[in-house]
């Protein structure tokens, strides 16, 4: 769906797209190839300076220019939810996530908070008004907020913007 209303109306290269591959039988597989497609296309040793480290020293980041990323009812944002244990991931770029998070109640994929948090830029989109106690938290006492809702533990390099529709505000 992505490809066919937005990334196919868009003048970007071929090469430049990178699904994950959802055919892989394990989302723990897919998980793995995806990481593994996106090293291959983002390290070089020219964009050594646009990657960093770990916490603790370890493997490098890529620094996305934007990530565009929602907000669900619960707090998550990509395929981050409350609890799991995906949000305390350190050193991978792509992790599974497994069922019973999100509706449809399916095996995920989804970047990492060391990677979203390297970005230049968060667009988050936030729409309907299931969502609006959640994004006053989140805007209003981020620090509280980010104890409950993962969305609110987006902290970028670079900045946020928020789109919301009038019926969340």
């Not at 830029?121 to 729409?127: A, E, Y």
């Not at 409950?148 to 019926?167: K, M, S, T």
């Amino acid at each position: 769906m992505a490809f066919r209303v937005l990334i196919s109306r868009v003048p970007i290269p071929s090469q430049n797209v990178h699904r994950i591959p959802v055919e892989v039988e394990h989302p723990e597989g897919a998980a793995e190839a995806y990481e593994r497609i996106l090293r291959e296309f983002l390290w070089s040793p020219k964009k050594a300076d646009t990657h960093s480290r770990t916490p603790h020293g370890g493997e490098l980041f890529p620094a996305f220019d934007l990530i565009l990323l929602g907000v669900g009812k619960d707090g998550h944002t990509a395929s981050l939810f409350p609890g799991d244990q995906a949000l305390e991931e350190e050193n991978r770029w792509v992790v599974a996530v497994h069922s019973p998070y999100g509706f449809p109640p399916v095996p995920r994929i989804t970047l990492t908070l060391p990677v979203i948090n390297r970005a230049g830029c968060i667009l988050f989109t936030v729409s309907g008004s299931g969502k609006r106690e959640v994004l006053r938290s989140i805007l209003e006492d981020p620090d509280s907020a980010a104890h409950l809702y993962p969305a609110a533990r987006v902290n970028p390099q670079g900045r946020v913007v928020w789109l919301i529709d009038e019926e969340t505000v």
